[in-house]
């Protein structure tokens, strides 16, 4: 399906409002959202714990740890993600909502899908999901709208980071797609004149 900029924005707007009661200026949980879509999200231990054949988590252990972040599992007509909880807290949070952005947006995929660091899937089905996908989480987490208000306020990276509880590398990425900071700098030199 193709899906424009600004339908994922909606989207993201509809889930995080309606779903999360979040608004479009504060940190949503991703974790909350794998929960309210059944989602199960393991740690390589709690995957062991969980009673996951050994032959699964030989598979993800036998991956260099720091070469993925999290993985989409399929598992019959549902979907499990798996991730590595030796990274920090935030790119944990980017990755589980980059997962969570293919699985909103109903991609179909044949194979484990690995996530590494903020930039989504090292093995893409195709370019354009991973692109929309990369948008939708874009969205969720740190949403064009308020991004650009708090490019208007003057904050940096590091308290739009803290704000939204995402990395500055993050924070830094959104700033600059979705024009936020343009604006603000535009509108900053029309005020001056
Ligand atoms: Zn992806």
Same mark, same amino acid.
């Given at each position: ?25 504060? !940190? ?31 598979? +993800? ?29 935030? #790119?944990? #949070? ?14 179909? +995929?044949?194979?484990?899908? +690995?996530?590494?660091?903020? !930039? ?27 991004? #650009? ?20 590398? +993050? ?14 700098? !535009? ?7």
């Amino acid at each position: 399906m193709n899906w424009t900029k600004a339908a994922l924005a909606r989207l993201a707007a509809e889930v995080r409002e309606n779903e999360l009661k979040a608004n479009l200026h504060e !940190r949503i949980c991703p974790y909350d959202l794998a929960d309210l879509y059944g989602v199960a999200v393991y740690t390589l231990q709690g995957l062991a714990e969980s009673g996951c054949p050994p032959e699964a988590i030989e598979f +993800f252990t036998s991956v260099r740890p720091e070469a993925w972040s999290a993985a989409l599992v399929p598992n019959g007509t549902g979907q499990f993600i798996v991730e590595n909880n030796a990274h920090t807290p935030r #790119r944990r #949070r980017s990755n589980i909502a980059h997962e969570m952005a293919h699985l909103l947006l109903e991609h179909e +995929f044949d194979r484990i899908l +690995f996530t590494n660091g903020n !930039r989504g899937c090292a093995n893409p089905t195709s370019k354009e999901m991973e692109d929309q996908a990369a948008e939708l989480s874009g969205e969720l987490l740190l949403p064009a709208v308020g991004a #650009r208000r708090a490019a208007a306020y003057g904050r940096s990276d590091d308290q739009v980071a803290d704000q939204f509880d995402v990395s500055t590398e +993050f924070a830094r990425w959104r700033m600059n797609v979705t024009g936020a900071r343009k604006i603000a700098s !535009r509108a900053a030199r029309t005020r001056s004149r």
